[in-house]
Structures are given as structure tokens and as C-alpha cells.
Nanobody
């Protein structure tokens, strides 16, 4: 399984970006997916997660109402639409695939088996 994250970049505060994570390997549609981020000097933190079917999602309080996770199982891709970005959103964003199939997403990074390489999001004030 390989996960390829893309879409990061430099944006001004209040701007928007859409991250993509393309998956290869075993059936993508059977697994919950998540986005995490790690800012310089900080621990990795949960951002958003989506169930294998796309029917349910869950967000960190810090991004709720601003970020939207979605997936297109026909394209083996999960997205993170980010709006009203703030400087505190600056981080490397990682996508991940859950270890077990046919269950919902999770904020616990230990339940994810595969991780993408990360894409850098920088928000200037």
C-alpha cells in the first residue's frame, strides 16, 4: 500500500487549500482514512477521519467547521478541503489508512497501518 499526499503550499490567512491523498495497493474502499498534521516542534495531531464507506466523519475541534474530509472510492483518493486557514494550521499534513477494514475512522494514530509522505501547508498572517 502506498499513499501519496499532495496539494500543500503557501497560502495567506483566510485562504483555502485542498489536499489529496491517492492510494495504491489493496482495495481502498474497504478502509477508513485519516488526516493528521505535525507542526514544527510539536507532536503529531489528529485532524479528520472518514469511514470506509464515506458515511461518517469526525474532526478535531480545532478544525471543525473549517475543514471537510471526503473520499472518492472510484479514484482511490481521500481529500481534505481546508477553508479559512490560519497560521496555526501551518504543518506537514499526513494521510493514513486504517489497519482494519470495514470500520469507521478513528482519531487514534496507532490504529493506522499506512502513512503517506506528508505535504507541507504554510499559512502566512
Amino acid at each position: 500500500v502506498q499513499l501519496q499526499a499532495s496539494g500543500g503550499g503557501l497560502v495567506q490567512a483566510g485562504g483555502s487549500l485542498r489536499l489529496s491523498c491517492a492510494a495504491s495497493g489493496r482495495p481502498f474502499s474497504s478502509y477508513g482514512m485519516g488526516w493528521f498534521r505535525q507542526a514544527p516542534g510539536k507532536e503529531r495531531e489528529f485532524v479528520a477521519t472518514i469511514s470506509w464507506s464515506g458515511g461518517s466523519s469526525y474532526y478535531a475541534d480545532s478544525v471543525k467547521g473549517r475543514f471537510t474530509i471526503s473520499r472518492d472510492n472510484t479514484k482511490n483518493t481521500v481529500y481534505l478541503q481546508m477553508t479559512n486557514l490560519q497560521p496555526e494550521d501551518t504543518a506537514v499534513y499526513y494521510c493514513a489508512r486504517r489497519r482494519v477494514s470495514y470500520i469507521d475512522g478513528s482519531p487514534n494514530p496507532n490504529t493506522y497501518a499506512y502513512w503517506g509522505q506528508g505535504t507541507l501547508v504554510t499559512v502566512s498572517s
